[in-house]
C-alpha cells in the first residue's frame, strides 16, 4: 500500500517561491499519478495538478489547474522517491493545507497534509 | 469549465436516519464522479469511484447513484463515525474539480 508524506517550511513570505516535496513509500514511482490538492483553513478542495513519471521512457507528464497560471511546477526525484511542488510569487490566498494524492483520476491514498500559511 | 455544487451544504439528523447528498455537474460528465470523506483535521478519503463503486473497507451503508449531471450519495443508516464533510468530484474533464462539500453532523 502506497504512503505518501507531505513536508514543506510551514511559513512563506508573500511574493516567494513556496516548495513542497511528497514523499513516497510502498509503490513505486514510476507509473503512477501523484496529485497536489490544496485546502485553505475553513474551506473546500482544490485540485493543483498531476505528476506521471514513466520509467520505461524516462519521461514526465504534468498537467496544471489553469488558475495558478504559470506559477506551479511539479517534478520528480526517482533518487529520493519524492514528488515537488514549486509555487511562485505566493499571495496570502495560497494559504492552505496542500496534500499529495495518488491517482490518475480517483485520489487515494493521500498523504496526512501540510499547512502552509503566506505571512511576512 | 465544469462547475461542481453540492446540496445541502450542511445538513443535521439523528443516529439511525437515512441521508442523501447531492451533486450536480454544470454539464455532462457520463459517470465520471467520485466522492470523498473527510473527518475533523484529517485528509480526505476515497469513498465511491465511478458514481458507484464503493472503496475496500468503506461500509456498505454508503452508498452512490446518477449519472449525467445529477448524482447522490445517501448514508442508510448514520452513525456517529459519518459525521465528516462530504465532497463528489468530477474527472470528465482535464481539469479536475472538487464540489463544495456537504458537512453532516448529528
Known amino acids: 500500500q502506497v504512503q505518501l508524506q507531505e513536508s514543506g517550511p510551514g511559513v512563506v513570505k508573500p511574493s516567494e517561491t513556496l516548495s513542497l516535496t511528497c514523499s513516497v513509500s510502498g509503490a513505486s514511482i514510476s507509473g503512477h499519478y501523484y496529485n497536489w490538492i490544496r485546502q485553505p483553513p475553513g474551506k473546500g478542495l482544490e485540485w493543483l495538478g498531476y505528476m506521471y513519471y514513466s520509467g520505461t521512457t524516462n519521461r514526465e507528464s504534468t498537467n496544471y489547474n489553469p488558475s495558478l497560471k504559470g506559477r506551479l511546477t511539479m517534478s520528480v526525484d526517482t533518487s529520493k522517491r519524492q514528488i515537488s511542488l514549486t509555487l511562485t510569487s505566493v499571495t496570502a490566498a495560497d494559504t492552505a493545507f496542500y496534500y499529495c494524492?495518488?491517482?490518475?483520476?480517483?485520489?487515494?491514498?493521500w498523504g496526512q497534509g501540510t499547512l502552509v500559511s503566506v505571512s511576512s | 469549465d465544469i462547475q461542481m455544487t453540492q446540496s445541502p451544504s450542511s445538513l443535521s439528523a439523528s443516529v439511525g436516519d437515512s441521508v442523501t447528498i447531492t451533486c450536480q455537474a454544470s454539464?455532462?460528465?457520463?459517470?465520471?464522479l467520485n466522492w470523498y470523506q473527510q473527518r475533523g483535521g484529517k485528509a480526505p478519503k476515497l469513498l465511491i469511484y465511478?458514481?458507484?463503486n464503493l472503496e475496500p473497507g468503506v461500509p456498505s451503508r454508503f452508498s452512490g447513484r446518477g449519472s449525467g449531471t445529477v448524482f447522490t450519495l445517501t448514508i442508510s443508516s448514520l452513525q456517529p463515525e459519518d459525521i465528516a464533510t462530504y465532497y463528489c468530484q468530477q474527472y470528465d474533464n482535464v481539469l479536475r474539480r472538487f464540489g463544495p462539500g456537504t458537512s453532516v453532523e448529528i
Open positions: 465511478d458514481v458507484s
Open positions: 454539464q455532462y460528465i457520463s459517470n465520471n
Open positions: 494524492a495518488e491517482g490518475g483520476y480517483r485520489y487515494g491514498p
